[in-house]
Nanobody, 127 residues
Framework: QVQLVESGGGLVQPGGSLRLSCAAS??????????IGWFRQAPGKEREGISC????????TYIDSVKGRFTISGDSAKNTVYLQMNNLKPEDTGVYYC??????????????????WGQGTQVTVSS
């Protein structure tokens, strides 16, 4: 079993920044054996995958709407993945989740089902 805990959400004005953290744990868990994805669910919308990282091969992916504004990174020693979010927009508002998939490499979100999920952290971008 893998446990994931997100933190770092909050209320921020448009143009501001937040850094989300996803701390992973579990018996024999090794982060570089997993792909870690960040997802978000905006009010009234379906959950969407926005970024993924696999620390073994340094593979990262982003959806177009966050490219150039969000940066995903990982610290294997801490089993923690970060999502640095800059130039936030009101449309970035939502609950952000991290999830783990026992696979090396970031595959398209539409083609995989992540195995483990965190409880989510709220991000609100508003003036």
């Amino acid at each position: 079993q893998v446990q994931l805990v997100e933190s770092g959400g909050g209320l921020v004005q448009p143009g501001g920044s937040l850094r989300l953290s996803c701390a992973a744990s579990g018996s024999a868990f090794a982060m570089d054996h997993y792909s870690i994805g960040w997802f978000r669910q905006a009010p009234g919308k379906e959950r969407e995958g926005i970024s993924c990282i696999n620390t073994r091969d340094s593979d990262t992916t982003y959806i177009d709407s966050v490219k150039g504004r969000f940066t995903i990174s990982g610290d294997s020693a801490k089993n923690t993945v970060y999502l640095q979010m800059n130039n936030l927009k009101p449309e970035d508002t939502g609950v952000y989740y991290c999830a783990a998939l026992h696979i090396i490499g970031c595959l398209p979100f539409s083609k995989v089902v992540y195995d483990y999920w965190g409880q989510g952290t709220q991000v609100t971008v508003s003036s």
